[in-house]
């Protein structure tokens, strides 16, 4: 892939075991996803949910152990490396997560959750430098300093989430993962978080993985994207390609699926019309055959690879485009 990519992804697997009924079962939540993030881009991951999104931005930080793959960061794998060279990466990769409610802890002041990557790794010098950089971290999100000593309960969702983002940005890291970061608040402070998210981007030189499961928000603000179905990527292009000509069926139905502003001119995507097969059994060939308009014969036993189509980096995971 591309020689500038600050954080490449190569064929990443990821299962979990779970119970049902008594049984066990595995769940293949991530099934050989790669893709390439380069330095200083936004490049967003659209897919339905459960196809794995939280799953690959945990694995990329460190909260879940891939099966097989590999994660590089600037060219050191991550996966199975230790010591000071881990800490390293994990300090410049970090995560502003999907539910602002669930991911402080409520006893811990907004002060100590901001500073906590800090703390773990030693990078305050002292108590005051600790504090100075805790108040210039919560003025950068939008918060009076004041709110250091206060407690999650306190807080407005929205506030919340600018304290899920000063998380991530104490110390500056090169890149951050935004997952779904906005779509657990109101309507009327999404704007205003995912313009914070923007200014910071920019003003801390950040690269940017962007979850969501809406290619509208995605097409507002990253230069590429990757559309991730079943725990693959199935097409990795310029966010202008996908949304003017979508190549895999699957991301053409979500593009369809887009609400226009007149509800008379909205499109049924074939998204609409099924639901993706169990991950607890998948399908031998593609797993989107079966909603799949173009599906062949081939489509039912062969896993169509991610392949390059067209200039541009753009790639494509479908016999029949
Ligand atoms: N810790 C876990 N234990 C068991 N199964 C899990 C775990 N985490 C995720 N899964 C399963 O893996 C699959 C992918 O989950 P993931 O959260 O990555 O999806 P997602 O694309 O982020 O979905 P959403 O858009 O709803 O956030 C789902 O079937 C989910 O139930
Ligand atoms: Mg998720």
């Known amino acids: 892939m591309s020689g500038d990519a600050i954080l490449e992804i190569r064929d990443l697997k990821v299962s979990f075991r779970v119970r049902r009924a008594g049984r066990k079962y ?29 799953t ?24 199975g490396a230790g010591g000071t060279k881990l800490r390293e990466m994990r300090l410049n990769v970090r995560m502003v997560f999907q539910d602002p409610y669930a991911s402080l802890n409520p006893r811990r002041t907004i002060g100590d959750a901001v500073a906590e990557a800090g703390d773990i790794n030693g990078f305050f010098k002292s108590r005051a430098e600790r504090s100075a950089a805790i108040s210039a971290t919560l003025t950068a999100v939008g918060l009076d300093p004041s709110f250091a000593a206060r407690y999650p309960y306190e807080l407005s969702g929205g506030q919340r989430q600018r304290v899920g983002i000063a998380r991530a940005i104490l110390p500056t890291p090169s890149i951050v993962i935004a997952d779904e970061p906005v779509s657990a608040l109101d309507v009327s402070v999404q704007a205003q978080v995912l313009n914070l998210m ?120 479908c016999h029949n485009v």
């Open 198 to 317: 923007m200014d910071l981007r920019e003003e801390l030189r950040l690269s940017m993985l962007f979850i969501s499961h809406d290619l509208g928000v995605i097409g507002q603000i990253s230069s590429r994207v990757a559309v991730m179905y079943m725990g693959r990527i199935v097409e990795q292009a310029a966010t202008r390609a996908v949304l003017d000509q979508p190549l895999h069926p699957y991301t053409r139905a979500l593009v369809a699926a887009i609400p226009k502003p007149d509800p008379t001119k909205r499109i049924l995507g074939a998204i609409e019309t099924g639901e993706p097969p169990s991950l607890f059994k998948r399908p031998p060939g593609c797993a989107y055959a079966a909603r799949c308009p173009l599906a062949s014969d081939r489509c039912l036993v062969d896993v169509p690879q991610l392949r390059p189509a067209g200039t541009d980096g753009r790639a494509v995971a």
């Open 56 to 79: 690959v931005g945990r694995s990329i930080v460190g909260l879940v152990q891939p099966d097989s793959g590999a994660i590089s960061f600037r060219g050191g794998e991550m996966i």
């Open 26 to 54: 595995q769940v293949q939540a991530v099934d050989g996803a790669s893709l390439s993030l380069a330095e200083g881009e936004v490049l967003g991951i659209v897919g339905e949910s459960g196809c794995g999104k939280t």
